[in-house]
T-cell receptor, first 116, second 113 residues
Framework: DAEITQSPRHKITETGRQVTLACHQT?????MFWYRQDLGHGLRLIHY???????NKGEVSDGYSVSRSNTEDLPLTLESAASSQTSVYFC???????????????FGAGSRLTVL | DQQVKQNSPSLSVQEGRISILNCDYT??????FLWYKKYPAEGPTFLIS?????DKNEDGRFTVFLNKSAKHLSLHIVPSQPGDSAVYFC????????????FGQGTTLQVKP
């Protein structure tokens, strides 16, 4: 079955370190997204990509970067981790539409990152 | 500026009764509204959606109502079941922003047996 996989599921790191969260999907979806979930804020968009070599900034992109070298992967990099980046990170992909016409995102299980 | 708001952080209902989750939005350019359900340690899963040209969409026990003039939507779950206990996120998108969803803060629903 097609799926979207995030790794690692849990990570603890120190302030200032570079961290990369992996996202791999086998749906062959062109559109991929990274969100972070924080209490009181819901899910906020970090970066997104509509295809290979395409990347775009979302609502909360400062301190994060992504690259898209193939259809399957969209790794999220924190160049210099900060305590404010402690969060749960969700990767999502989409290329499907509900009967209403809405573009539906399929999410991974999440990566919990703690920055000490 | 929160474009999608869920003002009730939590809701508790009795099994078999109706659960009503509310969502307000500010951007009149939104064309689609979606509800996602999230269990602990899992990613959000799609539940139901509605186009801005509709005022109601129903799927089994789940119905979403849209009031465009009030910029308000609600999710009704009838009858509520203990397995419905989860965090529910309201989300919105504009047709021009393919796949980009703006989420609300979420409402934690607890259905008591």
């Amino acid at each position: 079955d097609a799926e979207i996989t995030q790794s690692p599921r849990h990570k603890i790191t120190e302030t200032g370190r570079q961290v990369t969260l992996a996202c791999h999907q086998t749906w062959n979806h062109n559109n991929m997204f990274w969100y972070r979930q924080d209490l009181g804020h819901g899910l906020r968009l970090i970066h997104y990509s509509y295809g290979v070599h395409d990347t775009n900034k979302g609502e909360v992109s400062d301190g994060y970067s992504v690259s898209r070298s193939n259809t399957e992967d969209l790794p999220l990099t924190l160049e210099s981790a900060a305590s404010s980046q402690t969060s749960v990170y969700f990767c999502a992909s989409s290329d499907s539409w509900d009967v209403s016409g809405a573009n539906v995102l399929t999410f991974g299980a999440g990566s919990r990152l703690t920055v000490l | 500026d929160q474009q999608v708001k869920q003002n009730s952080p939590s809701l508790s209902v009795q099994e078999g009764r109706i659960s009503i989750l509310n969502c307000d939005y500010t951007n009149s350019m939104f064309d689609y509204f979606l509800w996602y359900k999230k269990y602990p340690a899992e990613g959000p899963t799609f539940l139901i959606s509605i186009s801005s040209i509709k005022d109601k969409n129903e799927d089994g026990r789940f119905t979403v109502f849209l009031n465009k003039s009030a910029k308000h939507l609600s999710l009704h779950i009838v009858p509520s079941q203990p397995g419905d206990s989860a965090v529910y996120f309201c989300a919105a998108s504009a047709a021009s922003n393919t796949g980009k969803l703006i989420f609300g803060q979420g409402t934690t629903l607890q259905v008591k047996p």
